[in-house]
């Protein structure tokens, strides 16, 4: 009898079942988690990675943050370029065919007149394809378009943030101000034809060929041009390897230029759109800078159809060094082939490290940095824990060229050291104010318990630091102990330098009330808060009251450039290993008082320091040079010398805390090939080979599908069922 009744039900639920099938099936296959659904659907290698700001200027002659840096560097192309492998670093010729030797020509006398870089170029390099572009193709890159960007670095309007750096050029800082007046004239004329125009914008191109010419940029032919200087100064090889000076074409900056797009009503800005010669290009229809940024392979680009040019367009040749066979960042399948292996590089903002790190272990990003709050389990001592290695997870570990350090307010009355007092009454007893707000730096370097600091906070990613110069770079000295590093539980060198500075307990005798100082930082994050927080309860025991003012990155830079602060916290990374890129950070000319561009965040002012610099900035590292000292002295000393004193110079008027140097742990996967962190670049994804089948795989192990559910669906549904089989039976009977 039941059986009759069951059957009964099944016919009469024959139409449901299968739908309840249907739909426990359908369920199973959604609870996939993988955040890419259209990857199935093509044969494209892509690389995964994140960011955590969205890129605010992609100016090529601006642009100075990493981010925006590294979205540069795939984009655009410069003469010179670093060797992805080699250590010590090698820079090789880019869109120049060679690295030059530079020519000095000298008068009968003997003395120095010119410096001369020939540089050649290669021939067949295309733009990428924009519709600043006749009929939207790029054209063939010429001389020209590098005499273009030396203009743009010139032009005052393009605000590029180390022009001082390209003055040793002939000529270069009168073109600047011949450029200033020249626009001025230009617009003045194009309102006077034009009253009643709401904006008036001057041709970059048109107001740079009325301007003549850099004397210092003399361009032979299509394909080769002269760099000439006044002086010698080696480091312009470097410079020359950034983006500054990379091919630019005058359509893109004429065409994006800040006017509305008459289809979709946006602002179309040249800071907002690289066009260049670069392996990838920006994918503008998959571009949301506040989620996603995709790159995807440059067709175009002269790599792929040029010779081979080991470290440029194709994977260098040998290994740097048997690490690099072991960390198999080289093969010698690799040796030679050509780059841009990875057919799309997809970015995705993420704020916080942790989501990010836990994606990364899903397989979802193919590389990321350990979280300091994950390092203990991850890497305890710098080894990578058993079970990462256990999933195929590998480690790099190298030290960074970077110093993180919190700057002082150096032209504010009350913490600096400025060139004038805005309070009279401290100018006219200059020397002793001096002195006293020296001791108070003092005393707050001293405070800080940098060990314990480290110990919390980054564990073995980072390391202390003594004075501004990194690791790795010439000047570094090993053994060289700040003195005013030296914490003291009991800070008592700290408090009496505070009573000497004036504020005995921190207690200012004028109002009696503890010293109140305020501490801007970036970020807004519970993380961020700590790691600041630290600080300031460092400083309350001297009685010293601090004030965190934690703000947006836009809100922050402005605080920064208006001197609206006490004490910042601040990074640098080296951009190429040179002293000099660390030490004209303090170099007065390049206090940002004099310009919001300006890298000299402390607005540090020094004769002394200022006098050094310019020597040293000049010389080789095996030079030595003569001079006239402020006092009239004349010295001669090697430039190891003079960076000896800079630093100690640096270390008594303590305008900075040197905090730390980073150890960066970067995690990769299996299936992620040839990872060698480069000191000089963010990322270097054109070096990259994913293997996707590999990736596919072990995504597929580490996330199955959570089926669960379907079995309480079913259970539900036999309990809906019984009692309707119940029903059917009271019926017949």
């Known amino acids: 009898m039941l059986l009759t009744s069951f059957v009964s039900l099944m016919k009469k639920w024959r139409r449901t079942i299968p739908a309840f099938i249907i739909a426990g099936t359908t369920f199973v296959q959604s609870c996939s988690n993988n955040p890419y659904p259209d990857e199935k659907k093509t044969d494209e290698s892509t690389y995964y990675g994140v960011y955590n700001n969205p890129p605010k200027d992609l100016d090529p002659q601006y642009t100075y943050s990493s981010f925006e840096i590294t979205l540069l560097k795939h984009t655009y192309e410069s003469l ?40 050649n170029l290669r021939k067949g390099v295309e733009f990428v394809d924009d519709p600043c572009f006749e009929d939207g193709k790029g054209r063939e890159m010429t001389s020209a378009d590098f005499d273009f960007a030396f203009k743009r670095v010139a032009d005052p309007n393009t605000n590029c943030p180390v022009v001082d750096k390209f003055y040793f050029i002939k000529g270069f800082e009168e073109y600047r101000s011949k450029v200033e007046k020249e626009r001025e004239l230009m617009i003045e004329q194009a309102k006077a034809a034009n009253p009643d125009a709401d904006k008036i914008y001057v041709s970059s191109k048109e107001l740079y060929d009325r301007c003549g010419e850099i004397p210092g940029i003399v361009v032979k032919d299509r394909y080769s041009f002269d760099i000439v200087m006044d002086s010698t100064y080696p480091q312009i090889m470097y410079w020359l390897a950034l983006r500054f000076i990379s091919a630019t074409a005058h359509e893109a900056v004429d065409y994006y ?42 067709e175009k680009w002269w790599g792929k159809n040029k010779e081979a040019q080991p470290g440029i367009t194709s994977f260098p040749a040998n290994a740097s060094n048997e690490t690099d066979i072991e960390s198999e960042a080289w093969t010698p399948a690799d040796a030679n082939r050509a780059l841009c292996q990875a057919d799309r590089i997809e970015l995705y903002k993420e704020s916080e490290a942790l989501p990010q790190f836990s994606k990364f272990l899903q397989g979802f990003y193919d590389s990321t940095f350990i979280p300091v709050e994950r390092m203990e389990e991850v890497a305890a001592g710098g080894n990578l824990s058993p079970d990462m290695i256990a999933k195929g997870i590998r480690m790099v570990k190298y030290p960074r060229m970077d110093i993180f350090y919190l ?79 030296n914490y003291d539980p009991e800070l008592k ?76 916290a601040n990074g640098w990374g080296a951009s190429y290993p040179d002293p000099e890129y660390f030490y004209f950070l303090l170099y007065g000319e390049n206090s940002k008082k004099y310009g919001s561009t300006k890298p000299n965040v402390s607005r540090f ?49 303590a305008p900075f805390i040197p905090v730390y140097h980073t150890v960066q742990f970067i995690m990769y996967h299996s299936w992620l ?15 990259y080979r994913v293997n996707k089948d590999e990736r596919a795989k072990l995504r597929k192990e580490w996330n199955k599908p959570i089926i669960w559910p379907i079995f309480i669906i079913l259970f539900g549904a036999v309990i809906f069922l019984v009692p309707a089989i119940m029903t059917i039976r009271k019926e017949r009977r």
Request: proline share 6%.
């Open 605 to 653: 002012e020094n004769p002394k320091f200022d006098l050094w610099f310019k020597h040293m900035e000049t010389m080789g590292n095996d030079e030595s040079k003569t001079y006239t000292t402020l006092d009239g002295k004349e010295v001669t000393e090697t430039r190891g010398q003079i960076i000896d004193q800079m630093r100690d110079l640096m270390v008594e008027e």
């Open 80 to 119: 010179f370029d670093y060797d992805y492998i080699a250590r010590p670093l090698k820079i090789l010729p880019s869109l120049a065919t060679s690295v030059p030797t530079p020519v000095k020509k000298y008068d009968e006398a003997g003395k120095l007149q010119s410096v001369t870089y020939s540089i």
């Open 257 to 298: 230029n800040g006017s509305i797009d008459s289809a979709t009503l946006e602002p179309m800005e040249f800071r907002h759109r690289p066009v260049g010669t670069g392996p990838y290009k920006i994918k503008w229809d998959e571009y949301n800078s506040e989620a996603k940024i995709v790159l995807v392979k440059n």
């Open 407 to 485: 700057a002082f307010n150096m032209d504010d009355d009350l913490v600096g050291s400025p060139t004038k007092f805005k309070d009279p009454e401290l100018e006219a007893n200059r020397e002793v104010e001096l002195a006293k707000r020296r001791k108070l730096r003092q005393a707050m370097t001293l405070a800080i318990d940098y060990e314990t600091y480290l110990e919390i906070f980054y564990k073995a990613s980072a390391v202390t630091a003594q004075t501004f110069i990194p690791p790795g770079i010439p000047g570094y000295q090993d053994d060289f102990v700040n003195p005013y590093k």
């Open 493 to 568: 060198e700290a408090k009496r330098l505070m009573t000497e500075a004036g504020y005995p307990n921190g207690i200012d005798p004028k109002t009696g009330e503890h010293l109140t100082l305020s501490f801007s930082v970036q970020g807004t994050s519970s993380s961020s808060k700590l790691t600041n927080e630290f600080y300031i309860d460092c400083w309350k025991k001297l009685g010293i009251n601090v004030k965190l003012d934690a703000s947006d990155w836009n809100t922050y830079t402005k605080k920064l450039d208006d001197g609206n602060f006490h004490i910042s």
């Open 673 to 687: 090939k040839n990872v060698k962190p480069h000191p000089q670049a963010e990322a270097e994804w054109e070096f």
